[in-house]
């Protein structure tokens, strides 16, 4: 098969490479690791519910539009 392939995913590789694509990303991995700090409760003022809705919005966006991209 001598055919150009420029897409960047496959189905089985779209969401491991753009998780650690995506946390590589210094805003990412600071929410992520206040979410990990909220679920300890001696030291959350918050609840983790409020640290999970962004972190996931923007990963879930921002997987939406890598995959229109790569497509």
Do not use: C
């Amino acid at each position: 098969d001598n055919g150009i392939h420029t897409s960047k995913y496959t189905i089985l590789t779209f969401l491991p490479i753009n998780l650690f694509e995506q946390l590589q990303r210094v805003a990412n991995a600071y929410f992520l690791v206040l979410l990990i700090l909220q679920l300890i409760p001696e030291i959350s003022s918050l609840t983790w519910f409020t640290t999970i809705v962004p972190l996931v919005l923007v990963i879930t966006m921002t997987a939406v539009k890598d995959a229109t991209d790569d497509y």
